[in-house]
């Protein structure tokens, strides 16, 4: 959240949102990039969820916000198959 009030908000005098440009734009591409690999995490794991016998829109929507630490831990789930 305060990577997202630095990048996007703009107060004067309050010292967390007062950037200047370049840190600003910095920190916009920083998030562009973390969301687009996030973005690709999620299509992911929706597929490695149904090998699963899991939830894949629980499963990417929680991969879309915390990213590979999610995923990491979905594929470490036992496939259906292998329940048996």
């Known amino acids: 959240l305060g990577i ?7 107060y004067p005098g309050f ?21 687009a690999i996030n973005i690709a ?20 929507i929680k991969t879309l916000t915390v990213g590979g630490l999610a995923l990491d831990q979905l594929t470490q789930l036992p496939k259906t198959n292998e329940q048996e």
């Open 4 to 10: 997202f009030l630095m990048a996007y908000v703009e």
């Open 15 to 35: 010292p967390l949102t007062n950037l200047p440009v370049p840190i600003r734009e910095c920190l916009q591409t920083g998030l562009f990039f973390v969301y």
């Open 41 to 60: 995490l999620a299509v992911f794991s929706v597929f490695k969820a149904a090998e699963r016998g899991q939830n894949p829109l629980l499963w990417s």
